[in-house]
């Protein structure tokens, strides 16, 4: 399993292989793993690592399953009896995480703190510790994530505008971004998807 990261990463793997993939947000993340997100920031762990013997366990249960459906089943499992004993993040954490994403980034990080009658210094603390980033980099990877939207868009529009769309200063601002968390300029990725949409995602 792997935890936020802060920058992108590279995969891959050698010949052919099936495998299950949960994609969860942060907050789902820090209920099912019960363990401060920032401690998983940047890091792929085994799933015992987090679960304890019943990663394990649960992997070999999916190993051993005759059908995909029953995989899933399992899963569905495992993750209701986590979740039933799991403890909530914190109201104010959940809420500026929602406005960040309902914005798509753009809302400033000090009027957030200012509305929960926080410190930046204590949101910032208390935020990292259940989402896994700070609240600047997480509203960063939220205005990505739009321009990615907007670039795919069957009618999209120049980067230009994208750029403005997306609240960056210029295309440079936008592009220092994509090479950040994607590893190349917007233009370079779009000339590299796979036949099939794949190879790009936030």
Known sequence: MSGPYQSYALTETLGLQHGVQVTLTALGAYMLFGVPTRELTDRSLALEEVFGPEGGRLASRLHEAASWEARFDQLDVAFAARMADARPPSRGVAWAWARLRDTHGAIAVGG???????????FAARFREQVGLTPKLTGRIFR???AIALLEHPRSMPLADI????????QAHL??????????????????RLP????LAG
């Open 112 to 122: 957030l703190a200012s509305d929960l009658g926080w410190s930046r210094r204590h």
């Open 144 to 146: 990505f994530r739009r």
């Open 175 to 192: 592009n220092r971004d994509f090479r950040e968390f994607a590893g190349g300029a917007p233009t370079e990725l779009v000339a590299h």
């Open 163 to 170: 750029a403005y769309e997306c609240g960056y200063y210029d």
């Open 196 to 199: 099939d949409g794949g190879g």
